[in-house]
T-cell receptor
């Protein structure tokens, strides 16, 4: 079991609210990722980081932002939530840059925007 | 266009039976292929990884095969158990850029009945 944590696990909020999804890992991994996953669909990469002070946008256009001030922490923020943001958000980390390095996933945050 | 297609979309089998899940991909150039298991409400967990030169890899009752020429992979589950009920996701890593990227399939939803 990987030591990567996400909070909250479930969140129901109203439109227009600002939210932050937390992700932390205790494995000292440099690479971290945020994915969005809808039921029955593939994971889509929305943000990633190579290390402290490094953040990049992924393949899926997202209105969210991320920060990487500490190695272990990679929070994702939505400034103004909308119903279209309803989805499952998965955080992952990877020990190095090798293609064969495993990505370890957190349990996910299920977000519902009313 | 790089893609990963999985079949069947869903599968129901009885406990103790074997099953085989399929993954076809068009990702090129190819680096490696992973199979992940994702329990409901959890993040994916890596089962196997195969590089170009490997054509089979086992992890307990899970055996993955890879035919890099035809760009096909399969995941065979032997003597299924109720705990095998999950989504199984095929993920292909390309090596087209310095760090490569991952292409996710939509998964096969496996249900094991007692």
């Amino acid at each position: 079991e990987a030591d990567i944590y996400q909070t909250p696990r479930y969140l129901v909020i109203g439109t227009g609210k600002k939210i932050t999804l937390e992700c932390s890992q205790t494995m000292g991994h440099d690479k971290m990722y945020w994915y969005q996953q809808d039921p029955g669909m593939e994971l889509h990469l929305i943000h990633y980081s190579y290390g402290v002070n490094s953040t990049e946008k992924g393949d899926l256009s997202s209105e969210s932002t991320v920060s990487r001030i500490r190695t272990e922490h990679f929070p994702l923020t939505l400034e103004s939530a909308r119903p279209s943001h309803t989805s499952q958000y998965l955080c992952a980390s990877q020990p190095g840059l090798a293609a064969t390095d495993t990505q370890y996933f957190g349990p996910g945050t299920r977000l519902t925007v009313l | 266009k790089n893609q990963v297609e999985q079949s069947p979309q869903s599968l129901i089998i009885l406990e103790g039976k074997n099953c085989t899940l399929q993954c076809n991909y068009t990702v090129s150039p190819f680096s490696n292929l992973r199979w992940y298991k994702q329990d409901t409400g959890r993040g994916p967990v890596s089962l196997t990884i195969m590089t170009f030169s490997e054509n089979t890899k086992s992890n307990g009752r899970y055996t993955a095969t890879l035919d890099a020429d035809t760009k096909q992979s399969s995941l065979h589950i032997t003597a299924s158990q109720l705990s095998d009920s999950a989504s199984y996701i095929c993920v292909v890593h390309d090596r087209g850029s310095t760090l490569g990227r991952l292409y996710f399939g939509r998964g096969t939803q496996l249900t094991v009945w007692p």
